[in-house]
């Protein structure tokens, strides 16, 4: 013989079940850039110019995040003399990899660029406002 439930015990019930889901449902969920952020790590290597048929040292260390991009710093040579210039990157993961965009200001002009952070390397390539146009190849340090 089948025993049946109080019908009070079914509202009682769903309250408890609502409240759990939405309980679960206001938890924070964990940040896939706050936490991935490799902050201090640097890559070094070189970067050219296609333009001008030039290349030079170039350093990239990652600084912070601001907004769910990444900072960077970016230093090295340029026609033998120093070069400085921050950067936001855009990242955005698949897999073991990891794809960044950004764009910045080099003396006055629109830079834009990419890059894939696979392993210890960081590579891209980058075109201005200006007509430089070239790649970067870095290794972790």
């Not at 936490?35 to 640097?42: E, F, G, K, Y």
């Not at 990444?70 to 073991?96: D, N």
């Not at 210890?120 to 200006?130: D, E, H, Q």
Request: net charge positive.
């Amino acid at each position: 013989m089948k025993t049946s439930r109080p019908l009070a015990s079914l509202p009682t019930r769903a309250l408890l079940i609502a409240s759990t889901l939405l309980t679960v449902s206001l938890l924070p969920l964990p940040s896939a850039h706050a936490a991935d952020v490799p902050v201090n790590q640097s890559w070094s290597g070189t970067w050219n110019n296609r333009k001008y048929n030039t290349s030079g040292a170039l350093i990239c260390t990652i600084q912070g995040e601001q907004s769910g991009q990444w900072i960077a710093k970016f230093t090295g040579t340029a026609l033998g003399k120093p070069i400085s210039y921050t950067a936001l990157m855009t990242p955005k993961v698949s897999g073991a990899n990891t794809a960044l965009s950004g764009t910045t200001k080099v003396d006055g002009f629109a830079y834009q660029w990419t890059a894939v952070l696979s392993g210890k390397t960081l590579n891209g390539s980058y075109t201005a406002s200006n007509g430089n146009n070239g790649e970067f190849k870095l290794a972790g340090k």
